[in-house]
Nanobody, 116 residues
Framework: QVALVESGGGLVQTGGSLRLSCAAPEDTHRWVTMGWFRQAPGKDRDLVAAIDWGRSSGIYGDSVEGRCTISSDNAKNTVYLEMNGLKPEDTGTYYC?????????WGQGTQVTVSS
């Protein structure tokens, strides 16, 4: 099991920005995909963004397309999610995940709250 360390969540006003980070241990074998899902209270967990190892661009959920950028530092086994133009509907717990040859592991989640 891969222990992911998430950071960067918090409280921000509408229109604001946040940068989330998710780091896997240095000894993690080359991962396949890392990314973020988010879950609002009472709702399903939805994809926010994901990036494949070695790629410079990722994929995005429809609700954040154009407002978020995912990037990775493969040497540090870390992915970053830059979120801009945040809206109240972006509020939720953001869970980082990693896909390796052994399967998928999840982080503990970091809370993002966007006030109106």
């Amino acid at each position: 099991q891969v222990a992911l360390v998430e950071s960067g969540g918090g409280l921000v006003q509408t229109g604001g920005s946040l940068r989330l980070s998710c780091a896997a241990p240095e000894d993690t074998h080359r991962w396949v995909t890392m990314g973020w899902f988010r879950q609002a209270p009472g709702k399903d967990r939805d994809l926010v963004a994901a990036i494949d190892w070695g790629r410079s661009s990722g994929i995005y959920g429809d609700s954040v397309e154009g407002r978020c950028t995912i990037s990775s530092d493969n040497a540090k086994n870390t992915v970053y999610l830059e979120m801009n133009g945040l809206k109240p509907e972006d509020t939720g717990t953001y869970y980082c995940y990693i896909d390796t040859r052994d399967g998928r592991d999840w982080g503990q989640g970091t809370q993002v709250t966007v006030s109106s």
